[in-house]
């Protein structure tokens, strides 16, 4: 959920980018469109906020032209966990003997497979070779007999 910064109440205008500039103010720039040509002209500054920023996190004017800001996704990264989760689970214990020795076993098998398939998909280099022999042995015949 975003939280509001800035209460700034700008009224936009169509065609035109509003957003948080370096310096923290709220800016705007006119919108590229497809197949015209390139926006010509420098961004101008709506309203001086001076917002400091934090870093993770997102700002932009909402809807009500308000400064407002959110938390980034950071995709790969693990989720915060909620504060209303303060027990973990147990650890699992490892397992020992044979299963521990198979699941180390496998973790290499799938590499090798991802090259199997990789070579397997290459064109054979047999088929050039077989021709170039052939070619060169009907040149030299034709040669024999003029």
Excluded: C, N
């Amino acid at each position: 959920m975003a939280k509001k910064i800035a209460r700034t109440g700008i009224r936009r205008e169509k065609g035109w980018l509003y957003y948080l500039d370096k310096q923290g103010d709220v800016s705007r720039a006119r919108m590229a469109r497809a197949g015209g040509r390139a926006p010509r002209g420098r961004p101008q500054k709506v309203v001086r906020v001076g917002v400091d920023r934090e870093v993770g996190m997102l700002y932009f004017v909402d809807r009500d032209g308000d400064v407002a800001s959110t938390r980034m996704a950071r995709p790969g990264s693990r989720r915060r966990r909620s504060s209303t989760r303060t027990k973990r689970a147990p650890a699992r214990r490892r397992a020992s003997g044979r299963t521990a020795r198979r699941t180390t076993a496998r973790r290499g098998t799938t590499r090798r497979r991802k090259a199997a398939r990789r070579t397997a998909r290459r064109p054979a280099r047999r088929t050039t070779a077989r021709r170039r022999t052939t070619a060169r042995r009907t040149s030299g015949r034709r040669r024999a007999r003029r």
